[in-house]
């Protein structure tokens, strides 16, 4: 017989387990979810999930709330900041049911590629009584002003960065393989109005101005006819082609202006050219160049430019696989582009390296050769001496393209490591990134070699030329980024890419401006051809622009 006590345990055990089924069988309500008031900027659309570009010009900010505004709130709960502090006092504010005007007074302007902040208070509320979740600060970011349309400032603050012309000799020219012959006035046009322009601080160019490469394979390169010896004499003749010689004359003045800094850094296309014999071509040029064939420049903190072609390994110096030549394989891939080019008139696509982007260097030879082949219709024997070479980087006689292709693969991935260390590449990279290189747009290489944590010297702008595609990017994508990658693009001939060409970047850092941000633009140089004039201008049309908060 159990005795009272067990029963009494038991039966108070029982009624806790009958109220416990009770309590978890009994269905929950749905718990109303919070609301509360919400905000945005009615006349523009938020950035990278971050901040609202807005016209330096503008002479008012609208706020446009999810509900009508309490107008008694408003008064003490909006405030307006920039780098100068507190710019209350420069503002009234207008109320009408969910907007929010806030006018700015005549004596004040908004500054150009400047940061400012909006801070709205939980004490602003609703006509119903909502409120915002918690005090919200909306970032505001003016654009910077655009070079050549708004020159009213003595302020010398820009960069204006460029790359990828690729003038060709006078033969070039005259045979109809050059790839700059259509964009001369538009160039010639775009440096006169840099020089005038009280804005220009320094002009870059990021390589590729002169094109060595662009021969077709059944020339010689040098055109011992025309009193062509060696490089030196090339860069001279290219110089002198009556297609560049006003483009020369305008970076001569630009150069010995006294108030514009002339850069170059040399590219793939003009790696042999020398910091010698561009000064005797351009007197007071600033030479960028760091070993043959490579150069970098970095005008403040926290920002690099290069050609790019260090990360390519169809096109960077390669001078371990051929002691003596440092000419890489995309030499002699660019040679019989050069023949299609000239045997159908100057119609092609000299963008070839997006053919390349293969596992390893004999398939994606392979792949590039072939791909011209049936592009041009070209009957070429790859085993015949066809490739006249004539003297360029030292090499005396021709080549056959499988001749080619058997001098690089017998050691160039053996040497790659090498390579890079000879060539400077701050984060190693296997060989197969460095081939997928050729078919990308480099934004991966330079967050990868500048951006990354690992990178030996992290940067905020890094600015590329060569792949001939004009962009801006981000890294990594999203209001936390760290870094901006943007590419300059090219010059070369509408034809001949699928990418828009006559662009250029116009870059404000912030260090020069006094501004908490480093602004770069994105510009295409086209025909004003809805002026009016019976003989329209260029004019530089905005592509896109982005911006970064510096360090300090």
């Known amino acids: 017989m159990k005795s009272p006590r067990i029963t009494a345990l038991f039966m108070m055990t029982a009624l806790v387990c009958i109220a416990v089924i009770h309590v978890s ?8 979810e919070p609301v509360y008031l919400t905000v945005n900027l009615s006349r523009s659309m938020m950035q990278n999930g971050l901040y609202y570009p807005l016209n330096y010009q503008e002479r008012s900010i609208e706020l446009d709330f999810s509900q009508a505004l309490d107008s008694s709130t408003v008064q003490g709960n909006i405030s307006f900041s920039g780098k100068e ?13 969910r907007k929010l005007i806030m006018a ?26 909502l409120t915002l979740a918690s005090n919200t600060t909306i970032e505001v970011r003016t654009a910077a002003k655009q070079l050549l349309i708004d020159n009213d400032t003595l302020q010398r603050t820009s960069i204006v960065c460029i790359s990828d012309i690729h003038m060709g000799d006078p033969r070039s020219a005259a045979l109809g393989y050059c790839w700059f012959t259509r964009n001369q006035s538009a160039l010639e046009s775009l440096l006169n109005a840099v020089l005038v322009n009280s804005q220009v601080r320094q002009v870059v160019i990021l390589g590729d101005l002169f094109d060595e490469w662009i021969v077709p394979y059944r020339l010689a390169p040098f055109d011992t006819g025309a009193g062509i010896r060696d490089s030196r004499d090339y860069f001279h003749s290219i110089a002198n082609a009556p297609v560049n010689v006003n483009i020369i004359s305008e970076l001569k003045a630009i150069a010995s202006s006294g108030t514009i800094q002339l850069v170059y850094v040399p590219g793939n296309h003009d790696m042999l050219l020398t910091n010698e014999i561009l000064q005797e071509i351009i007197p007071g040029v600033i030479w960028k160049g760091d070993s ?50 000239m045997e159908h008139g100057g ?24 791909y011209l082949k049936i592009h041009y219709t070209l009957n070429l024997a790859a085993d015949s001496s066809n490739v006249l070479m004539g003297g360029i980087d ?11 292709r058997d001098m ?23 060989v197969l990134m460095a081939i997928l290189n050729g078919s990308l747009d480099l934004s991966f290489a330079a967050s990868y070699e500048f951006m990354q944590p690992e990178a030996p010297g992290v940067y905020k702008l890094v600015v590329f030329g060569h792949t001939h595609n ?8 999203g209001k936390q980024y760290t870094g901006i990658y943007a590419n300059t693009g090219s010059w070369v001939n509408a034809e001949l890419s699928s990418k828009p060409v006559r662009t250029f970047l116009v870059i404000k850092p912030g260090a020069w401006t006094g501004s908490e941000l480093d602004v770069v633009s994105l510009f295409q140089y086209n025909l004003d051809s809805g002026s009016g004039n019976p003989v329209p201008g260029y004019v530089p049309v905005l592509i896109s622009e982005e911006s970064i908060v510096r360090s300090n």
Not at 25 to 32: A, T
Not at 104 to 129: A, C, H, M, Q
Request: with cysteine.
């Open 394 to 404: 030292n090499y005396p006689g021709p080549f056959s393209y499988n001749g080619a």
């Open 470 to 477: 004009p962009m801006i990017s981000v890294y990594p994508a």
């Open 292 to 341: 043959t064939g490579l150069g970098h420049y970095s005008p403040v903190d926290e920002m690099i430019m290069e050609h790019g072609h260090r990360y390519d390994f169809f096109n960077c110096p390669q001078p371990l696989s051929n002691p003596g030549h440092i000419l890489p394989p995309g030499y002699f891939v660019s040679r019989l582009d050069a023949e299609g080019l």
């Open 104 to 129: 700015f007074k005549p004596d004040f302007n908004l500054r150009d590629g400047w940061r400012y902040e909006i801070l709205i208070k939980t004490g602003l509320r609703s006509v119903s009584g």
């Open 408 to 430: 690089y693969a017998s050691n160039i991935e053996e040497f790659w490591s090498a390579t890079e260390s000879r060539n400077a590449v701050p984060v190693m990279m296997p």
């Open 25 to 32: 069988c009994k269905k929950k309500e749905p718990q109303p």
């Open 347 to 370: 119609k092609g696509h000299p963008q070839t390296k997006s053919e390349k982007g293969q596992l390893e260097f004999m398939t994606a030879w392979t792949a590039a050769i072939e």
């Open 85 to 97: 502090g507190n710019l209350d006092s420069k503002f009234t504010m207008i109320s009408s049911g």
